[in-house]
């Protein structure tokens, strides 16, 4: 069957295990779809680098794991793991790899929480002087810029072999956790609906398949919000209806 690659966003990971307990990124996600029978990748790269190393971590990862086999994989690629994904198709020489990539609340257009961050954490209060006396690398702050990901679209083309979908998401605030109330605002004031972090309109690229109901977490299963009425629930059956449409068109 296809190779599934999930790869994660920024400040991810694979997984922690600790004995018999197992806390993954993608929460159970990973394990419904490897029981279809799929060989399964989740994705460890740096998680606050730049796009551009990110990528090449992505592409030592699958080059590694799949050397002896020319099977094509399916990626689905959450928040800022969708432009580590594009870039390495694009500029990786992994196009003939990839049979299609699915971005979830990916921000291909940056987000407006990115930017109030680097101009008043950044700026303002010497985030950035900081960081760098520490050698923290945390170039994704510049690299998710709307005005970063502009030019990133600019030169960042979509290779015509591989299918591109993505996935937006977005709730009212009284259904986002808590810390996320801030990051909510800027967004809405700035592009309207958002999930927390990446608004609808930034998450929309490709073949658009659809909008859920979920904050940035709730979208790979991290659901921190008690959900009275119409609770949207666990959303892996949501991956596992993307790769059954994958599949009958011809992709997985």
Request: aromatic share 8%; net charge neutral.
């Amino acid at each position: 069957m296809t190779p599934i690659i999930l790869h994660h966003g920024l400040f991810g990971f694979d997984e922690f295990r600790i004995g018999r307990f197992r806390y993954s990124y993608f929460n159970g996600i990973d394990r419904a779809i490897e029981a279809r029978g799929h060989p399964m990748i989740v994705s460890r790269v740096h998680p606050t680098t730049s796009i551009e190393m990110r990528a090449i971590e992505l592409k030592h990862t699958i080059d590694k794991r799949l050397e002896n086999s020319g099977d094509k994989v399916i990626i689905f690629a959450h928040s800022m793991g969708g432009l580590d994904a594009r870039y390495m198709i694009s500029r990786l020489d992994m196009a003939h790899r990839v049979a299609a990539l699915v971005t979830i609340s990916t921000p291909h257009r940056g987000s407006p929480y990115a930017d109030w961050c680097l101009k008043n954490l950044g700026n303002r209060l010497g985030g950035l002087k900081l960081s760098r006396l520490l050698q923290l690398d945390i170039q994704a702050l510049q690299d998710l810029t709307t005005e970063s990901c502009a030019r990133f679209n600019e030169t960042i083309r979509d290779a015509p072999e591989v299918r591109y979908f993505s996935i937006s998401a977005a709730r009212h605030w009284h259904l986002i956790p808590p810390w996320m109330l801030h990051a909510h605002k800027i967004v809405y004031d700035a592009e309207g609906e958002n999930d927390g972090v990446v608004s609808v309109q930034s998450a929309r690229w490709a073949d658009h398949l659809a909008t859920w109901p979920t904050d940035h977490l709730h979208a790979i299963n991290r659901r921190l919000v008690i959900e009275i009425r119409n609770p949207t629930g666990d959303v892996t059956s949501r991956y596992l209806d993307i790769i059954d449409m994958l599949q009958k068109a011809g992709l997985c």
